[in-house]
């Protein structure tokens, strides 16, 4: 849409950093004149992925992209990924084809992440694999510190896990992280190239973010959703919240092979 409204000449120019109001006002009235400007863009088929994120009014204008009313339009949504706003997309009164097998987690993360799920079938873990998460008790602060610090010890110097294949997942955000302004522990340094020193963004993508070979990856849930990393360190989360459960679900389920988080104890009792 910001590509279609660039050549319609209709979109101002982006602010950084970006505001909610870019997403939810500016682009969709620059895409809806852009759609009237250039009557010959039209798609056979449009495919909309993490489909929740949508507000209604996004699908309005998606559809009408397409050439004909009755061509393809699939939208891939989970409702138990719902971090940003509510889920519209099952009222659109499309045919509803239930995708429930989790090929991502190792059974033992997929089956600790389902206790946290809200939407339709509860998934279903095709990987069989033994235990392969850890849940460490630790109050917020120097605590919470120092242990990432030993479990970054143990991953990186006992086990070898090479920096580049763990990300460590904060559940707050970055501008107030105590973990993202401490960054060294021990031999291990956290980085993000979409990141300022102080949490700020630098406006690039998550999936644009290259990777450091030598030093950890961190990020926030949030910004972290569809993304994956082998090993995945979840810290600083929130023990309340109205989307706790979703936000636990996306974080836990970013790890494909090894799972540790770093919660406070009255946190830790749902994850045992």
């Known amino acids: 849409c910001e590509r279609l409204a660039t050549e319609a000449k209709v979109l101002p120019t982006r602010p950084m950093p970006v505001p909610r109001a870019w997403w939810d006002e500016t682009l969709p009235a620059a895409a809806e004149s852009a759609i009237d400007t250039l009557p010959h863009v039209r798609y056979h088929a449009v495919v909309v992925d993490e489909g929740q994120d949508f507000e209604a009014r996004w699908f309005d204008l998606l559809a009408r992209l397409l050439v004909d009313p009755d061509d393809i339009f699939w939208v891939f949504h989970d409702p138990g990924q719902t971090l940003i706003r509510a889920d519209v997309v099952a009222s659109l ?93 021990g031999n291990a340094c956290l980085e993000n190239a979409a990141l300022y020193d102080d949490g700020s963004s630098r406006g690039l993508a998550p999936e644009d973010v290259p990777d450091e070979p030598d030093e950890v990856l961190f990020e926030t849930i949030r910004r972290f959703k569809g993304m994956e990393r082998e090993v995945v360190v979840l810290v600083e989360l929130p023990t309340d919240g109205d989307r706790l459960d979703e936000l636990l679900y996306v974080g836990l389920t970013r790890a494909t092979t090894e799972l540790v988080v770093i919660a406070p104890p009255e946190l830790v009792r749902r994850l045992r």
Not at 151 to 159: K, T, V
Request: no cysteine; glycine share 8%.
């Open 93 to 185: 009164g499309f045919e509803r084809l239930e995708l429930f097998e989790n090929h991502r987690n190792p059974g033992s993360i997929a089956e600790l992440a389902a206790r946290f799920y809200h939407g339709g079938e509860e998934p279903l873990a095709t990987r069989t694999t033994e235990r392969r998460y850890t849940v460490i008790s630790a109050e917020p602060g120097a605590a919470t510190i120092e242990a990432l610090r030993k479990a970054l010890h143990r991953l990186i110097e006992e086990e070898r896990v090479a920096p580049f294949r763990i990300a460590v997942l904060s559940g707050g955000s970055a501008g107030a992280s105590e973990v993202w302004r401490h960054r060294r522990f």
